[in-house]
């Protein structure tokens, strides 16, 4: 969806099984449209030290992650805290592919070293006016993510209108504890966890190979 100014993100998350993403893309293909397919990699940083429980971080309202999307590489800050539905400021920075490595280089430099690395599949859909998202976790399992870009102002109608959408497709979005869960069981998979001081650029292009172009 387009940015606006002084928009927010508004969105639902929830865990699948695989069942229930085929049953899902089955339907959104027939009944919404196919808007993209992204092949992500995600780094998403921690501040200090990567959690045994999200909890501790429960007031971490910076969510900061290096991305790449189908070559199309990204800074994303979102600011707010993180629920199963939360509404949260988006900020994007979008650079070119073969920058990748100086921005790891810039966040390190501001001490933003500790990282989990993730790759997902994701089917985006419009639908109804929402972006509904079915993402495959490599190696992990199923989510659906229901968002809507609006203005504070109208942050309640979006609320409702993605509730009516869980309901209507027998989905439920995580709550706080069963998002918790979640992340923890990610971000403590030792072989997701990366320190940048001391790990070389070239070390994870080469196992992520898939998501850069070669030879860049």
């Not at 999200?54 to 991305?67: A, S």
């Not at 419009?126 to 976790?137: A, G, R």
């Not at 497709?169 to 504890?177: G, L, Q, R, Y």
Request: aromatic residues 14%; proline residues 0%; hydrophobic residues 35%.
């Amino acid at each position: 969806m387009d940015k606006m100014q002084n928009t927010i993100e508004v969105e639902y998350i929830g865990h699948i099984s695989k069942n229930k993403f085929i049953e899902l893309k089955e339907r959104l293909e027939k009944e919404g449209s196919l808007k993209s397919t992204k092949n992500r990699l995600t780094l998403m940083y921690f501040r200090d030290k990567i959690p045994k429980d999200i909890k501790d971080i429960e007031d971490e309202k910076v969510d900061l992650r290096l991305r790449i999307t189908n070559y199309q590489s990204e800074l994303i800050l979102k600011y707010g805290l993180f629920t199963g539905a939360h509404a949260r400021d988006e900020i994007s920075f979008k650079f070119e592919e073969n920058e990748f490595e100086k921005y790891i280089k810039l966040l390190k430099y501001l001490d933003w070293n500790l990282v989990v690395i993730y790759a997902t599949k994701t089917y985006v859909y419009n639908y109804k006016d929402v972006e509904f998202s079915l993402v495959e976790i490599y190696d992990f399992g199923y989510n659906f993510e229901i968002e809507i870009l609006t203005s504070q102002s109208n942050e309640e109608n979006a609320r409702k209108k993605i509730s009516d959408i869980c309901d209507e497709f027998k989905i439920k979005h995580f709550d706080n504890e069963e998002l918790r869960k979640q992340c923890n069981l990610i971000n403590n998979t030792k072989e997701l966890q990366y320190d940048l001081r001391s790990i070389n650029f070239n070390d994870i292009k080469k196992r992520f190979r898939s998501f850069f172009r070669e030879g860049d």
